[in-house]
């Protein structure tokens, strides 16, 4: 089982990023999706979430209106797409699979925001 989470990096304010996540080793299209991000000296927080099929779709406050999240189970594939980066966005994003009993946790992804 592998989640390998992709395109983080540095931006600068105001700009944009696409995160991917891929997954393999699992039935990807049984699980809901879950974006979550750690900032250095605090708490894991969830950021966003996305139905198996990906018809519903939801998002912490400091997340809506600026991120999209959405899945391609043809390809395996959750994404983070994130506009109006702000300086606060800096933080490690991991992607969730979740089921309930067997769930699974990517490595993480980088995103700084600074100019």
């Known amino acids: 089982v592998q989640l390998v989470e992709s395109g983080g990096g540095l931006v600068q304010p105001g700009g944009s990023l696409r995160l991917s996540c891929a997954a393999s080793?699992?039935?990807?299209?049984?699980?809901?999706m879950i974006w979550y991000r750690q900032a250095p000296g605090k708490e894991r927080e969830l950021v966003a979430t996305?139905?198996?099929?990906?018809?519903?779709?939801n998002y912490a406050d400091s997340a809506k209106g600026r991120f999209t999240i959405s899945r391609d189970n043809a390809k395996n594939t959750v994404y983070l797409q994130m506009n109006s980066l702000k300086p606060e966005d800096t933080a490690v994003y991991y992607c969730?699979?979740?089921?309930?009993?067997?769930?699974?946790w990517g490595q993480g992804t980088q995103v700084t925001v600074s100019s």
């Open positions: 969730y699979a979740r089921r309930g009993g067997n769930d699974y």
């Open positions: 080793g699992f039935t990807f299209s049984s699980y809901s």
């Open positions: 996305i139905s198996r099929a990906g018809s519903v779709t």
